[in-house]
């Protein structure tokens, strides 16, 4: 299940949360070899995950399997702080854009091939359904050039803000993907796909 953790009740998640951080370790350091993120206590944490940041947290068995962190473009975030260099132009701003970040799903619950894993797609619907409830459209990523076509597949309307550059040893791109209806249909449909065909967490 999908739990959203704000400042408002992040106090009823301080457990989940300290799982979620260990999650963004594991993945971002420990697989991604992202070592200027590597913590002693192996908790990835930034400065950003501050009041203002939402976490979404896929927990099943009372463990965190998947995870992403929203901040919004009308404060500091990782575009406008960290990867400037990604943006030709002015960043977009706005109260209907939001920052998508540390995404990351535990080994063992990732999707294979082309097929969204229950977890990715859980995670993904999240944003759409708690952006549309919001009167939010548009996320900003900073992403592998091969998820341009699974985004657009998965009805989301994708902008590059510039052209990609390496970043921590990845080719990186920034995008604008706005949403809407059809992109929640989209996913839902992918949903049931899955489901029908068998798929399992790979």
């Excluded at 993945?27 to 944490?45: A, G, M, P």
């Excluded at 990609?164 to 059809?182: K, N, W």
């Amino acid at each position: 299940m999908l739990h959203i953790v704000t400042n408002e009740n992040v106090d009823l998640y301080r457990t989940e949360l300290d799982q979620a951080f260990q999650l963004r370790h594991k993945v971002f350091v420990e697989e991604k070899n992202w070592i200027e993120l590597s913590r002693e206590d192996r908790r990835e944490t930034d400065r950003f995950d501050d009041e203002y940041a939402v976490h979404m947290l896929f927990i099943t068995d009372s463990r965190v399997i998947g995870y992403q962190r929203m901040l919004p473009s009308t404060r500091p975030h990782l575009l406008t702080e960290v990867l400037l260099e990604l943006c030709e132009g002015e960043p977009p701003v706005g109260p209907n854009i939001w920052e998508w970040t540390r995404y990351c799903v535990e080994a063992g619950h990732r999707e294979r091939g082309r097929m969204l894993s229950p977890v990715a797609n859980a995670l993904l619907s999240g944003i759409v359904e708690w952006g549309i409830a919001r009167g939010i459209d548009t996320i900003i990523i900073e992403m592998n050039p091969l998820w341009l076509l699974r985004l657009v597949q998965l009805h989301f309307m994708v902008k590059p803000l510039g052209v990609p550059r390496i970043v921590g040893g990845e080719e990186t791109v920034a995008v604008t993907a706005s949403f809407d209806a059809r992109t929640l249909a989209r996913l839902h449909e992918m949903r049931k796909t899955s489901v029908q065909s068998g798929a399992v967490d790979g």
